[in-house]
C-alpha cells in the first residue's frame, strides 16, 4: 500500500521563526509535491522536485524553500514564518511518467502566531 | 488565474439521489482530469480518472464525464451516501512529465439522509 508521512499533523510556530516541514514516502516514487490548502481556495502548489536536487517553483513558492536530497524525503522550510503561512500543508507523491495519479499525505496544519 | 474552476462551492442532496459535481477548464493543453475527495483534517484521496480520448468513465457508484468542445467535466455520484460528504477536487494535467495537476478550489457535498 501506497504511504506518505508528514513530520506533524499540527504545529505551532511564532513570527519569525525557521519551520520544517518533512515528507516521506516509500514507494520510490520519483515526483514530490508540496500544496497548501486554505479556505475557498483549494489546492495550490508551492514547489515539486522531479528528482534528488532538482525542483521546481509552483504558483506560491514566495516564502518557501525546498530540499530533497534522497528520493524518499521532500522537505518544506519556512525560512521565517509569517501568520499568512498559517495553513493546511499537504505532500503528494506520483510514480514515473505512466500515471498522474497523485498520493497525498495527512496534512500538517501549520499555526503561526 | 485559475485553469480549472470548480464554480459551486457547496451541493446538498439527499441521500439516494444523484450527486452532480461540476468542473471547467481553459487550457486546451489538458490531456488528462482527475477527482479526489478529502475529508477534514485528512489528505486528498484519488476517486476517479479520464483521459481526453474517453467521454466517460465509470467506477461503481461514482462515474466522470468529460466534454472537450465545452472544457467541462462532471462526476456523478448515483446513489449518494452519507459517507460521500466531502470536499470534492477537479484537477487537470497537460501531458507533463513532471506529473504537475492544477486543482480546482473544490466543492463541498452534503449528503443527508
Known amino acids: 500500500d501506497v504511504k506518505v508521512t508528514q513530520s506533524s499533523r499540527y504545529l505551532v510556530k511564532r513570527t519569525g521563526e525557521k519551520v520544517f516541514l518533512e515528507c516521506v514516502q516509500d514507494m520510490d516514487h520519483e515526483n514530490m509535491f508540496w500544496y497548501r490548502q486554505d479556505p475557498g481556495l483549494g489546492l495550490r502548489l508551492i514547489y515539486f522536485?522531479?528528482?534528488?536536487?532538482?525542483?521546481e517553483k509552483g504558483d506560491i513558492p514566495e516564502g518557501y524553500s525546498v530540499s530533497r536530497e534522497k528520493k524518499e524525503r521532500f522537505s518544506l522550510i519556512l525560512e521565517s514564518a509569517s501568520t499568512n503561512q498559517t495553513s493546511m500543508y499537504l505532500c503528494?507523491?506520483?510514480?514515473?511518467?505512466?500515471?498522474?495519479?497523485?498520493?497525498f499525505g495527512p496534512g500538517t496544519r501549520l499555526t503561526v502566531t | 488565474d485559475q485553469q480549472v474552476k470548480q464554480n459551486s462551492p457547496s451541493l446538498s442532496v439527499q441521500e439516494g439521489r444523484i450527486s452532480i459535481l461540476n468542473c471547467d477548464y481553459t487550457n486546451s493543453m489538458f490531456d488528462y482530469f482527475l477527482w479526489y475527495k478529502k475529508y477534514p483534517a485528512e489528505g486528498p484521496t484519488f476517486l476517479i480518472s479520464?483521459?481526453?480520448?474517453?467521454d466517460k468513465n465509470e467506477d461503481g457508484r461514482f462515474t466522470v464525464f468529460l466534454n472537450k468542445s465545452a472544457k467541462h467535466l462532471s462526476l456523478h455520484i448515483v446513489p449518494s451516501q452519507p459517507g460521500d460528504s466531502a470536499v470534492y477536487f477537479c484537477?487537470?494535467?497537460?501531458?507533463?512529465?513532471?506529473?504537475?495537476?492544477?486543482f480546482g478550489r473544490g466543492t463541498q457535498l452534503t449528503v443527508w439522509p
Open positions: 503528494a507523491s506520483r510514480d514515473g511518467p505512466a500515471t498522474y495519479e497523485q498520493y
Open positions: 479520464i483521459s481526453s480520448i474517453k
Open positions: 484537477a487537470a494535467n497537460r501531458g507533463s512529465t513532471l506529473g504537475r495537476l492544477y
Open positions: 522536485s522531479y528528482d534528488v536536487k532538482m525542483k
